[in-house]
């Protein structure tokens, strides 16, 4: 009877003399006809928990970036104070204008962009464990991971892609601040060798930044490839899903034109 009312919604005519796909479970004297419309029963039956389970792993998801989000942040924007506070700066050298305010400024916006990223991890996390914690399908609707999607994808963004390039910068910046000073003229001025070797903090400062400028191109290069893979492995799956469901419309439709 089940079977006979879901194909009625259906459109999908069923002989009602035939009852292979509500009496026994196998596939014993049912025909290629019935077989198809069988599959095809199932599968538009099992929408309603395909739907459902693509809400949890949406939820799921969210939460996982959520918690990466909280924990780099409060990481990154950790090291990034102490650094700044720890940093000593020698009174007796004359360090670049601009040098000292890149890295005041850098410093800033960088635990300014985690803190953020923190605040919005914190206040929706709780939401969204309080709902993932709880054993019943029917729960996914008191989640609010589908309203707060912007924001949680804009706590992953500063997170792990702007908070990382500013930490990089930070670390290059800090390089400068503590090895510039190293050798300098200013303070070694009795001998012709420290002149000679007034050069050492620069360079050191300098090799940092060739190091660091091609890995922060690495990580750009990276992320792209990373969301472009993501990207189309999902739209091949669900193209193949379609295919799925496109094959057995036109087997449907032939076999019910013959």
């Known amino acids: 009877m089940l079977c006979l009312i879901m194909s009625s919604e259906l459109n999908v005519p069923v002989d009602p003399s035939t009852p292979a796909c509500c009496s026994e479970p196998g596939t014993k004297g049912m025909d290629y006809r019935d077989w198809v419309r069988r599959s ?11 739907v459902q389970a693509l809400s949890w792993r949406k939820l799921y998801l969210s939460r996982a970036k959520l918690k990466a989000s909280s924990r780099t942040s409060a990481l990154l924007s950790g090291f990034a104070m102490v650094a700044m506070v720890e940093v000593q700066l020698e009174v007796q050298y004359k360090y670049p204008q601009m040098l000292l305010i890149a890295f005041s400024a850098c410093t800033t916006v960088l635990v300014a962009v985690h803190l953020f990223a923190l605040l919005i991890s914190t206040c929706i996390l709780p939401n969204v464990e309080a709902v993932s914690n709880i054993h019943n399908l029917n729960s996914i609707s008191e989640s609010p991971h589908e ?34 000073p190293v050798g300098s003229i200013a303070r070694n001025e009795t001998t012709n060798t420290e002149k000679h070797s007034s050069h050492a903090g620069w360079q050191s400062a300098l090799v940092s930044t060739i190091i660091m400028v091609p890995v922060g191109l690495i990580f750009v290069v990276f992320t792209i490839h990373f969301y472009r893979s993501l990207v189309r492995h999902k739209t091949e799956r669900h193209n193949r899903e379609i295919e799925e469901l496109h094959k057995l419309k036109v087997q449907l439709d032939g076999h019910d034109r013959e």
Request: with cysteine; charged share 10%.
């Open 40 to 50: 095809y029963l199932e599968l538009v039956t099992s929408n309603h928990h395909s």
């Open 147 to 180: 309203r707060m999607h912007p924001y949680i994808e804009l706590a992953w963004g500063f997170s792990t892609v702007l908070g990382i390039l500013l930490f990089l910068a930070e670390v290059v910046l800090l390089c400068w601040i503590k090895f510039l």
